[in-house]
């Protein structure tokens, strides 16, 4: 398989640590490890205080198989494997496609969702959204491009980078349409639980489909990034197998104190969830007074759900440029829309941190500085 450079993690690469101010981040701030200890049962404590740093189950630790199955409706502990997540696409894509299969994918996106499949030899259909409609995803497109020899559609909402969740109509109608193709659908779902109205969450693609594989994990919604757990869940038992067998080449198991955080935290999940929405619910009305004040310069489209957004540039010719001298001049982190192959004129735009009211005072003094010099 030949794959090309992952523009986006060697730009997270050069300037994540570098940066004090992370305006582009996806994740919720990262838990603390005490406070999450803190937050254990006694169960989980004793599984804590008595582990072992020997190897673990491959398919996963059969409590945190249990609490992930937990979260899914008609979901079994048997359908959940535990991964790291982006391990969790790399399975799933080389267990469901062949070379000459076709893939169609939601675009922009994280690169090996779609990827991937081209260093397999598969063609690759990019499912753009409309801008100028909230970046709805149309599910006529979808219903236009699958063709006799389309083996997967991928997905993934809540959106990266743009925040767009679809109405449950729209989702149910994508269903559908790969369920009467007999395709299999892959899910990207690492933002579910972080909808700013409970009433928008969409049910879980393996939930709704037995051949879908779902993708979740511990990075963003629990703020577990570093723990480096995830999981893939499906009903369909041959390609579970093969996931499975796969991972033998990968990882093999799992880390065992990883397993045993984030049985602790999906435990304490509302707790931590809410957490999190408060903190997206107060920065998100900072943002909304910022779009305002800048609507000069900015177009913004309001994320529905999720860690991020897309602001489109109004004056900037080069989104690249643009964020290069940000990080230059005021010591802050935006990822510009050619990471993606999307263009020059968008960024991605990162609201799950504490620190957000900071950062963005920052921006907003950069900004003001740009428009008196520009004045002059």
């Known amino acids: 398989m030949q794959v090309k450079p992952f523009k ?48 673990t189950e491959s398919l996963g630790h059969p ?17 959940c494997l535990v991964v790291v997540p982006e391990e969790g696409i ?12 076709h893939v169609i994918c939601t675009f922009p996106g ?8 081209e260093g397999l030899g598969c063609e690759v259909t990019k499912w753009q959204p409309q801008e100028e409609n909230g970046w709805h995803f149309d ?20 959106h990266n980078p743009t925040g767009y969740l679809p109405a449950p109509e729209d989702y149910r109608r994508i269903v559908e349409i790969v369920r009467q193709r007999n395709v299999y659908l892959l899910s990207d779902e690492m933002y579910r639980f972080l909808e700013y109205r409970v009433g928008d969450r969409l049910p879980a693609a393996c939930e709704l489909y037995e051949k879908a594989v779902s993708l979740f994990g511990m990075s963003k919604t629990f703020g577990m990034a570093g723990a480096r757990v995830g999981w893939v869940i499906t009903q369909d038992r041959d390609v579970y197998a093969k996931m499975a067998t796969l991972k033998d080449y990968t990882t093999i198991c799992g880390s065992a104190p990883s397993e045993i955080l984030s049985m602790i935290a999906l435990r304490a999940k509302d707790e931590i969830i809410a957490r999190h929405l408060a903190r997206i619910e107060r920065n998100l009305a900072l943002l909304d007074r910022f ?27 080069d989104s690249l440029a643009f964020c290069q001298q940000v990080v230059r001049e005021a010591n802050i982190m935006l990822l510009p829309s ?24 920052k921006f ?9 010099s520009h004045r002059h």
Request: proline share 4%; charged share 25%; net charge negative.
């Open 8 to 55: 986006l993690e060697r730009y997270f690469a050069e300037y994540e640590f570098a940066v004090k101010y992370l305006l582009s981040s996806s994740d919720c701030d990262g838990l603390r490890q005490r406070d999450l200890l803190d937050l254990a049962d006694a169960e989980t404590r004793q599984l804590w205080d008595d582990l072992t740093l020997g190897y």
């Open 63 to 79: 409590l945190l198989r249990a609490e992930i199955a937990g979260m899914y409706q008609g979901i079994s502990d048997g359908d």
């Open 90 to 101: 790399f399975l799933a894509l080389h267990s469901l496609l062949d070379r000459g299969d």
């Open 110 to 117: 994280y690169q090996s969702l779609y990827e991937v499949a």
């Open 139 to 158: 599910p006529g497109f979808l219903e236009d491009q699958i063709k006799p020899n389309t083996k997967l559609v991928v997905v993934n909402f809540p």
């Open 291 to 317: 779009f305002h004040e800048y609507e000069d310069q900015f177009v913004w489209v309001r994320p529905r759900a999720g860690t991020i957004g897309f602001p489109r540039l109004k004056r900037a010719a």
């Open 338 to 361: 050619s990471v993606y192959d999307y263009g020059i004129l968008h960024f991605r735009l990162g609201f799950g941190r504490e620190n957000l009211p900071e950062a963005l005072e």
């Open 364 to 372: 907003t003094e950069y900004l003001n500085r740009s428009r008196g």
